[in-house]
T-cell receptor
């Protein structure tokens, strides 16, 4: 009965490959996010979607393409993987921060991506 | 350009004592602040939050204090328990709209509570 689930948990792949990470939330939230935690442990937002609409794209290379088929899903596709893409990627969901309903985001368990 | 700073990478306390984790921010537009707890190989879990209209919020053993003039907040855990050992992230957001749907995180403080 996981609130925010993402798959896979671990992903090891070679440079140049294309890979996808899937995320689903069953909390009924309108907003979903992708965050990246790099080797320096910074947790930084990559994308934010509200009701399937992209509202934040934080200067992420266009090799990263999020796709939201419905408001419960936000997948992340990465083309032409590079060594520097190795990180832990977290999906999250919340009600819109501006809704006055609180900004508590619920996170998935993370996907550790290793590019070799 | 770190808008949210946690200057102590680690903190060690004895079980039963108080743990105080600190966080500073630079962006005056931030009006909502959160603390998250993270265990290894898991996602961050929400702990407690505070709106800028308050200076204190309490939930059981956890209390968050906000000093807007100093742009500083702190998380107090009392009494500390070994199960509190984790990395604690401070996060901030602006609820004023205009595409502000994001949390800005600090780098985290690793808390170790010794039995």
């Amino acid at each position: 009965d996981t609130a925010v689930s993402q798959t896979p948990k671990y992903l090891v792949t070679q440079m140049g490959n294309d890979k996808s990470i899937k995320c689903e939330q069953n909390l009924g939230h309108d907003t979903m996010y992708w965050y990246k935690q790099d080797s320096k442990k910074f947790l930084k937002i990559m994308f934010s979607y509200n009701n399937k609409e992209l509202i934040i794209n934080e200067t992420v290379p266009n090799r990263f393409s999020p796709k939201s088929p419905d408001k419960a899903h936000l997948n992340l596709h990465i083309n032409s993987l590079e060594l520097g893409d190795s990180a832990v990627y977290f999906c999250a969901s919340s009600q819109p921060l501006t809704s006055g309903k609180g900004a508590e985001a619920f996170f998935g368990q993370g996907t550790r991506l290793t590019v070799v | 350009d770190q808008q949210v700073k946690q200057n102590s990478p680690s903190l060690s306390v004895q079980e039963g004592r108080i743990s105080i984790l600190n966080c500073d921010y630079t962006n005056s537009m931030f009006d909502y602040f959160l603390w998250y707890k993270k265990y290894p190989a898991e996602g961050p879990t929400f702990l407690i939050s505070i709106s800028s209209i308050k200076d204190k919020n309490e939930d059981g053993r956890f209390t968050v204090f906000l000093n807007k003039s100093a742009k500083h907040l702190s998380l107090h855990i009392v009494p500390s328990q070994p199960g509190d050992s984790a990395v604690y992230f401070c996060a901030a957001s602006s609820t004023l709209g205009g595409g502000s749907e994001k949390l800005v995180f600090g780098k985290g403080t690793k808390l170790t509570v010794n039995p």
